[in-house]
């Protein structure tokens, strides 16, 4: 059985690599980090995909974390989310890494 922490992570993973519209009972869920990929590294598209984290998780996951801060770094092919929040229930901060690559 999963903990806390590893549910959570993995909630979030769900909500960062799923596409909008790719789950037809939930057509607004998660953020889709994929599609950023080939979208060019400049401050504004790492803007960007902060605010979508950010939207995208307190939307879905307000009631169980409080995002902190969220890091975006990008190459060539890939995308690396930091993401640091506090577990509202036990008052943990965490901050786990999520990493895309083509």
Same mark, same amino acid.
């Given at each position: 059985?999963? /903990? @806390?922490? #590893? ?14 519209? #790719?789950?037809?009972?939930?057509? @607004? ?9 080939? #979208?060019? %590294? ?20 307000? %009631? ?6 969220? #890091? ?18 036990? %008052?943990?901060?965490?901050? /786990? ?6």
């Amino acid at each position: 059985m999963k /903990d @806390d922490a #590893e549910q959570i992570c993995d909630s979030i993973k769900q909500i960062l690599f799923t596409y909008p519209g #790719e789950r037809t009972d939930q057509p @607004d869920f998660g953020v889709g980090l994929q599609q950023y990929i080939f #979208e060019p %590294n400049t401050s504004d598209t790492r803007a960007a995909i902060q605010r979508a984290v950010r939207t995208g998780l307190k939307y879905w996951l307000g %009631n169980s974390i409080e995002v902190e801060e969220v #890091e975006v770094t990008m190459e060539e092919s890939s995308i690396t989310v930091a993401v640091m929040y506090k577990v509202i229930r036990t %008052n943990q901060i965490r901050r /786990d890494v999520f990493f895309q690559e083509i």
